[in-house]
T-cell receptor, first 110, second 114 residues
Framework: GEDVEQSLFLSVREGDSSVINCTYT??????LYWYKQEPGAGLQLLTY?????DMKQDQRLTVLLNKKDKHLSLRIADTQTGDSAIYFC??????????FGTGTSLTVIP | DAGVIQSPRHEVTEMGQEVTLRCKPI?????LFWYRQTMMRGLELLIY????????DSGMPEDRFSAKMPNASFSTLKIQPSEPRDSAVYFC????????????FGQGTRLTVV
């Protein structure tokens, strides 16, 4: 499979911004995703970006894609305790296969 | 739609026993994925089906693991014989495939092999 890498842990204070980073290897990826996993639950799609885009914003979420460096990031503004979860970066080629990173565990400190 | 349904939610079994995990994908989805999640290795793709046909099983760890998809609405992942190192959460996901891009996950089966 393809390599999708993320750091394992991130801690931030409530109200600060969180930035979760991801690198991938497959330059033919067409879509890149951020999924969120809450304790005891499956993964749920947060947002995705098509590979010909540089940025996508959705309320408190900002996704940045640097295709040259194969780097994807997720910024969460005004992080809340309810944002504590594991965040997975994933890539696919036209939605036919999905390769996930190991996940970044975000802890929000009140 | 009820989403991707996995059963059982929890399974505890003794080493050496056969374990069968089940998945019902979302109706109309033509792609199905089995993943394994552990603390050490994160989320790993085990096998991927498209239109009931296994396309990529390179992630299946050993011959002890096998997966089938006899029809569009059902898939199984079998481990025989099970070992303690198989303990993990196993997720099934389905996707409509192109042009829709999202993979929908089930709640997972937490397997403990003692």
């Amino acid at each position: 499979g393809e390599d999708v890498e993320q750091s394992l842990f991130l801690s931030v204070r409530e109200g600060d911004s969180s930035v979760i980073n991801c690198t991938y290897t497959d330059s033919s990826s067409t879509y890149l995703y951020w999924y969120k996993q809450e304790p005891g639950a499956g993964l749920q799609l947060l947002t995705y970006i098509f590979s010909n885009m540089d940025m996508k914003q959705d309320q408190r979420l900002t996704v940045l894609l640097n295709k040259k460096d194969k780097h994807l990031s997720l910024r969460i503004a005004d992080t809340q305790t309810g944002d504590s979860a594991i965040y997975f970066c994933a890539e696919s080629i036209y939605g036919n296969q999905f390769y996930f990173g190991t996940g970044t565990s975000l802890t929000v400190i009140p | 739609d009820a989403g991707v349904i996995q059963s059982p939610r929890h399974e505890v079994t003794e080493m050496g026993q056969e374990v069968t995990l089940r998945c019902k994908p979302i109706s109309g989805h033509n792609s199905l994925f089995w993943y394994r999640q552990t603390m050490m290795r994160g989320l790993e793709l085990l096998i991927y089906f498209n239109n009931n046909v296994p396309i990529d099983d390179s992630g299946m760890p050993e011959d002890r693991f096998s997966a089938k998809m006899p029809n569009a609405s059902f898939s199984t992942l079998k481990i025989q014989p099970s070992e303690p190192r198989d303990s993990a959460v196993y997720f099934c996901a389905s996707s409509p495939g192109s042009p829709n891009t999202e993979a929908f996950f089930g709640q997972g089966t937490r397997l403990t092999v003692v």
